[in-house]
């Protein structure tokens, strides 16, 4: 089993930043990526960002800039077993609910999910 702990979520005026944060334990070793969903009210979870143990990281179009520096980067600190999400020009489109997520093969792992809300 693995298990979740994630951080940081709140309340941001739009053009504002957070940084969640997602701890993981218990049986972490062969974990191969780990991520960022999020399910904003009467919408279906989605994906916004994820990284792989070797650093490969990808993002939802919605969140990555194409001519532009990208809104949201994912990191990972593989010492310390916690996956990172900056969060920057946020939107109230942004508002969700953000889980983190850990793929162990053939098992997907979430946390308990952090509210992120944006006001306009």
């Known amino acids: 089993q693995v298990q979740l702990v994630e951080s940081g979520g709140g309340l941001v005026q739009a053009g504002g930043s957070l940084r969640l944060s997602c701890a993981a334990s218990?049986?972490?070793?062969?974990?191969?990526?780990m991520g960022w969903y999020r399910q904003a009210p009467g919408k279906q979870r989605e994906l916004v960002a994820t990284?792989?143990?070797?650093?490969?990281?990808?993002?939802?179009?919605?969140v990555k800039g194409r001519f532009t520096i990208s809104r949201f980067t994912i990191s990972r600190d593989n010492a310390k077993n916690t996956v990172y999400l900056q969060m920057i020009s946020l939107k109230p489109d942004d508002t969700a609910v953000y889980y983190c997520?850990?793929?162990?093969?053939?098992?997907?792992?979430w946390g308990q999910g952090t509210q992120v809300t944006v006001s306009s």
């Open positions: 997520n850990a793929r162990r093969d053939p098992n997907n792992y």
């Open positions: 218990g049986s972490i070793f062969r974990i191969s990526a």
């Open positions: 990284v792989t143990r070797g650093g490969d990281t990808n993002y939802a179009d919605s």
